[in-house]
């Protein structure tokens, strides 16, 4: 009903809003780590908004109905695009956010001492050294994963056991052409350390087993394996800022569809103009210059909602147009009961409307 409908200002700026909380939930709760509150909103909200819409549809309320249907699909992609933000780089930024940073780091401190570190820099003249450099592949996975490995060094000839290692994935050959990450660059000296269950991978213990073996090598009891960067902080910065630019453009190009689907779809789906009371009746008593007099109807001879005057005192003439309307105000006790309530005729009687009086 038209009491119940809604505008188009809301068909776009609903859904939009409610697309809007989701992201800025995730962007939250992926950086600081909320991932069950995270799951919570997607099972609370989406049945939710099911639920008014099967109530809408049950009360023939059609505008909310697609109301529902346009929040149900911004808050489907708002939980998509967080869901894949957060696996993406939200959790990797909470990660390095938890842990220690060290600086100025020398390549032979024992890695046992800084366990509890995300983000290293060493000193100055630091490098990776690619020359001793190995790459091994898993052969028993689908892909055939390389797990690349080389130490890190700073040239000093007394360096007893390798305590850092460079790493990364399909980015070496077997023996040389180590090329993950920053390496390479002059002015990367700094690596994020990975995760310990990055360290209890088997691809990468070989891969250091390896290259001790092939270079004759001795590893640290507990070596940490690091990703190359040149600017640690910056990265981690990074992936927050990112993340909040993703979401910026979503929001963007989300609030422009959605204002081209609502434009398009609301004058269909919208109310018609309420009739006027004489309208509805099918009959006005009221000519075009406001006198009374003539009794108009709505019947065939005009348009939907005009009233076609009649001779005064002659009955309305019932059409196919306005059967339906007489019949149900007749029911409904709309219509007075008598001709002479709205307008003197010839006979008081009560008029009566047949069927087949209808042609």
């Known amino acids: 009903?038209?009491?119940?409908?809604?505008?188009?200002?809301?068909?776009?700026?609903?859904p939009w809003l409610l697309m809007v909380v989701v992201l800025l939930s995730f962007l939250h709760g992926g950086a600081y780590g909320y991932y069950g509150s995270l799951v919570v909103i997607g099972a609370i909200l989406l049945p939710l908004?099911?639920?008014?819409?099967?109530y809408?549809?049950?009360?023939?309320?059609w505008t909310e109905v697609v109301l529902g249907i346009l929040c149900l699909i911004a808050s489907v992609i708002g939980l998509s695009v967080g869901s894949y933000a957060v696996l993406r780089s939200l959790s990797e930024y909470h990660r390095l956010s938890q842990g220690a940073s060290y600086n100025n780091v020398l390549p032979d401190e024992t890695g046992a001492g800084k366990l509890?570190?995300?983000a290293i820099t060493f000193t100055?003249?630091?490098?990776?050294d690619t020359s001793k450099s190995f790459g091994y592949v898993d052969i028993q996975q689908e892909a055939a994963t390389k797990y690349c490995i080389a130490p890190i060094s700073d040239g000093s000839s007394i360096q007893q056991r390798i305590q850092f290692w460079a790493v990364g994935v399909n980015c070496c050959q077997a023996r040389s052409g180590f090329s993950c990450f920053a390496n390479g660059q002059p002015s990367a000296h700094a690596g994020l350390v990975l995760p310990q269950d990055s360290h209890q991978s088997a691809g990468f213990k070989v891969a250091v087993r390896g290259a001790l073996a092939a270079y004759d090598l001795t590893a640290g009891d507990n070596y940490l394996l690091v990703e190359w960067h040149e600017d640690p902080v910056a990265y981690r910065k990074g992936l927050y800022d990112n993340t909040v630019m993703l979401f910026n453009i979503l929001g963007g190009v989300y609030f422009l569809i959605s204002a081209m689907v609502a434009c398009a779809v609301y004058p269909v789906l919208s109310p018609k103009a309420a009739a006027s009371p004489a309208?509805?009746?099918?009959?006005s008593t009221m000519s075009a210059s406001g006198a009374p007099g003539d009794i108009y109807s709505n019947n065939g001879g005009g348009t939907a909602g005009q009233a076609v005057p009649m001779k005064g005192g002659e009955a309305p003439r019932l059409t196919h147009q306005n059967l339906g309307v007489v019949e149900t105000n007749l029911?409904?006790?709309?219509i007075p009961q008598s001709a002479a309530?709205?307008?003197?005729?010839?006979?008081?009687?009560?008029a009566r409307f047949r069927k087949n009086d209808c042609c």
């Open 1 to 14: 009903t038209a009491s119940h409908s809604v505008n188009v200002v809301e068909l776009v700026l609903v």
């Open 49 to 54: 908004i099911l639920l008014y819409i099967r």
């Open 56 to 61: 809408t549809y049950q009360q023939d309320r």
């Open 116 to 118: 509890d570190a995300t």
């Open 124 to 128: 100055d003249w630091t490098f990776v």
């Open 279 to 283: 309208g509805e009746l099918g009959f």
């Open 331 to 334: 029911e409904a006790g709309l």
């Open 341 to 350: 309530e709205t307008q003197p005729l010839k006979s008081k009687k009560p």
